[in-house]
């Protein structure tokens, strides 16, 4: 019944208040938050109307970091209209190819050269008044996953030995990551969330939640998705690629490719730590079960990137030992 009530509230908004009467509209796509997207046709062009309940998403966030971005020359959607009460936004449609329909072997490397020259780009928005991911941040993120994905998903209760070994390297982690230098960080810059577009490729969208944070975030959420699988090989040379870049734009400083390396591995793991347990309360506190199908994934990663790190490996060994490899499932991961 709301969301009945919601649709005949944006329609009237986009046929009535803004006098485009002959717009149809069709639902786009929903995502993981209370946000839904129409799209919308009107006078042979295409548009897309976002209905955030303002009891549920306030929009001033998405509209503010539009215009970081927008002013730094990536493709953000530009805004046409909008009535923040009611929680709706007309914006630019760009379109309907998401990477991940499209990242095949043969096109990979130019896509993501795209995507990652534009995160450069992106890195350089103005990141005033954004919040920091600091230290209590990360450890609020990571601490998802014991609640979410061992005590509520898998039914595990820790003793106090194994969620000391959780602790600790929740703690390493954290002070690794808060030496690298902070940039304007998206937050889930990956395969969904860039989309194919014929001018100033990629489109990018879903960034309301952006913080000031680590510079190799955005990469290794790219690199290392949790819908896409590379070899090591690959995500190593596009990783250096985006290096040598950062270095010449002085977004960083010239480490050691090897230091580096491990810099992106250790975030990769906070977010991939935590990832497993936003996908564990999508399902059980969101009623959204499919993001469990990317749960393999996102542990292989964890398993396999964590045995290359002291910081790590004691929480890649309790994971074997309470068997959750086997009761989750692995993808192997190409060298």
Known sequence: ??????????????????????????????DASF??????????????????????????????????????????????????AQGFLLLEDLGKT???????????????????????????ADTTGLAHYNAALLHQEMALMPKWFLQTHLGITLSSSQSHIIEQCFQQLITAIDEQPCQFVHRDYHSRNLMYTQHNNPGIIDYQDAVRGPVSYDLVSLLRDCYVLWPDSKVTEWALY??????????????????????????????????????ARLKH???????????????????????????????????????????????????
């Open 1 to 30: 019944m709301t969301e009945d009530l919601r649709f005949k509230q944006l329609k009237h908004w986009i046929t009535i208040d803004l006098g485009w009467k002959n717009a149809r509209l069709e639902v786009a796509s929903a």
């Open 98 to 124: 998401p990477y991940q329909e499209i990242l095949t072997p043969n096109r990979a490397d130019t896509l993501y050269r795209d995507a990652l020259q534009a995160l450069i780009t992106l890195q350089q």
């Open 285 to 335: 506190r969101d009623s959204k079960p499919h993001y469990l199908a990317d749960l393999p994934l996102t542990l292989s990663y964890v398993l396999h990137i964590g045995k290359r790190h002291p910081e790590t490996r004691p929480l890649v060994e309790l994971f074997e030992k309470l068997n959750i490899p086997a009761r989750i499932g692995t993808v192997e991961i190409p060298a």
């Open 242 to 279: 985006y290096k040598s870049m950062a270095v010449k734009k002085q977004r960083m400083p010239d480490l050691a490719d090897i230091d580096f390396l491990k810099q992106m591995d250790l975030m990769g793991l906070q977010r991939h730590i935590k990832v497993l347990g936003i996908f």
């Open 35 to 84: 946000r839904r997207y129409f799209r919308v046709q009107h006078a042979h062009q295409s548009y897309i109307a976002m209905d955030a309940p303002p009891d549920k998403e306030d929009i001033r966030p998405f509209i503010d970091i539009s215009q970081r971005l927008l002013a730094t020359g990536v493709h953000a959607p530009q805004i046409i209209a909008q009535h923040t």
